[in-house]
């Protein structure tokens, strides 16, 4: 029996809840960047003038005569989370409403948090873990273009491969148990993240005279900005749908 | 989307071809978003570097390739 307009809110409903699941998502992983992360990056930024100051051929992003200063691109920092959260919350929400018809009976939520787990694991640790992000001073200007469209790949070939493990996943069939369906899932989803590790290219652009620590402290910050982000995102939309529900079940009929 | 309008009522808001026009939509927007936070450099916004520049940190830290 497929779900009726009781228990399917319209899609302006589930879209609003998304986006602001995103926004308060995206202004939560801002304060963590801004705690966490913000420190690695003054530290990065004063490596890379030191070098611009050496050597002023090399100019690779000039912060001195920038038309924002730097305050301004730490408050920045906040705009930048918040409409990419409301963007990312948005499309979970039309992700969410696509994948609807699939479900059976009422949503407890799961769906919402599994959407955003997925996409945590598909477009941030799969891409993370290939091309990590860099702070300012390291990377290669030159090869600018280059990154981002294979990151940008990345970040498909990381849905494609969770997207391979949810087919595992159902292609072993209901009956199965619960380890054999895992096991198909893990299978798929780790036959496309291997093969497209080794497909996809590799930019190795750290100087060699970049502090490691800086670089571990900075990478660690960035990745769990996106982990509040998108935990957030999957939290705070379930939240908000349990509340549209049960106050259309309250001014509808009460069948749940 | 038009296996699924088959299969169900008509009533049905997901699976209707009704939303495929607000889908398609929504997704265009949300993209522009992404896009303008994580990679425009002016093109775009018609803003020059400013928006770029002003949210250098958030790209940074968001893990997005940036220089």
Known sequence: ?256 | MSSSASSQPVVHPAGSVRLLWPVLATVAVLTLLAYLVAFDQGAVSRSGMYLHELMHDGRHLLGVPCH
């Open chain 1, 1 to 256: 029996m497929p779900l009726n307009t009781t228990t399917t809110p319209p899609f302006v409903a589930v879209l609003v809840r998304g986006l602001l699941a995103g926004l308060i998502a995206g202004l939560l992983a801002g304060t963590f960047a801004y705690v966490a992360g913000e420190p690695h990056v003054e530290a990065a930024i004063a490596i890379e003038e030191a070098a611009t100051h050496a050597e002023p051929a090399a100019g690779a992003h000039d912060h001195e005569d920038a038309l924002v200063g730097r305050t301004g691109q730490r408050g920045g920092l906040f705009l930048a989370t918040g409409l990419f959260g409301a963007a990312m919350g948005g499309l979970l929400a039309t992700a969410y409403v696509l994948l609807s018809r699939r479900r059976r009976g009422d949503d407890d939520g799961r769906s919402g948090l599994l959407l955003a787990g997925a996409a945590l694991l598909g477009a941030v640790i799969v891409p993370f873990l290939k091309y990590p992000a860099n702070p300012p001073a390291v990377g290669d200007p030159a090869t600018i273009n280059q990154r981002t469209v294979t990151y940008l790949l990345m970040v498909v070939l990381g849905l494609v491969a969770v997207w391979a493990g949810s087919l595992g996943y159902r292609s072993v069939g209901a009956q199965a148990p619960t380890w054999l369906r895992a096991t198909a899932a893990v299978g798929g989803f780790l036959l496309v993240t291997a093969v497209s590790y080794v497909v996809m290219p590799s930019f190795q652009e750290v100087p060699a005279d970049f502090p490691a620590t800086l670089l571990w402290s900075f990478r660690l910050a960035s990745l769990g900005t996106q982990v509040v982000l998108w935990t957030g995102i999957g939290l705070l939309f379930a939240a908000l749908m349990h509340h549209e529900r049960r106050r259309r079940a309250g001014t509808a009929l009460p069948s749940t």
